[in-house]
């Protein structure tokens, strides 16, 4: 009996950063995240297929006290569509046996027994 399983998802995700990369790099790092909110034990993500759904590119100027020192800013926006081949653990189909011990965190008090 496996209790792997084995399924392609299609997650929607978002980045942003100061360059191209920061900006793929941050939506490729939410896909863990996405997929640990909906799936029990996760062993392997595993991307498959990236489609870039928006790519924005915004510049705009800043200065320094409003006139000195200008300078250009780029910040870059994506949007990715990314196929997901997602290996997960079936907790609920594992049969666990029961035990009943002690309280291990309990203290042994030895038993005194005294005549009079």
């Keep these: 009996m496996s209790i792997q399983d084995c399924q392609q998802v299609i997650v929607t995700v978002e980045g942003e950063g100061d360059s191209?990369?920061?900006a793929f790099a941050s939506a490729l790092?939410?896909?863990?995240?996405?997929?640990?909110q909906e799936s029990e034990v996760i062993l392997r993500i595993?991307?498959?297929e990236v489609e870039v759904i928006k790519a924005i590119e915004k510049t705009y100027k800043?200065?320094?006290l409003?006139?000195?020192f200008p300078r250009k800013r780029t910040s870059y926006h994506v949007e990715l569509e990314v196929t997901v081949s997602v290996t997960t653990l079936q907790v609920s189909e594992v049969e666990f046996t029961k035990e009943?011990?002690?309280d291990p965190d309990g203290i042994q008090i030895p038993v005194i027994s005294k005549k009079i």
């Design 20 to 22: 191209k990369q920061h």
């Design 29 to 36: 790092g939410q896909i863990q995240k996405r997929m640990m």
């Design 46 to 48: 595993e991307p498959i």
């Design 62 to 64: 800043e200065r320094f």
């Design 66 to 68: 409003f006139f000195f």
């Design 100 to 102: 009943m011990t002690d």
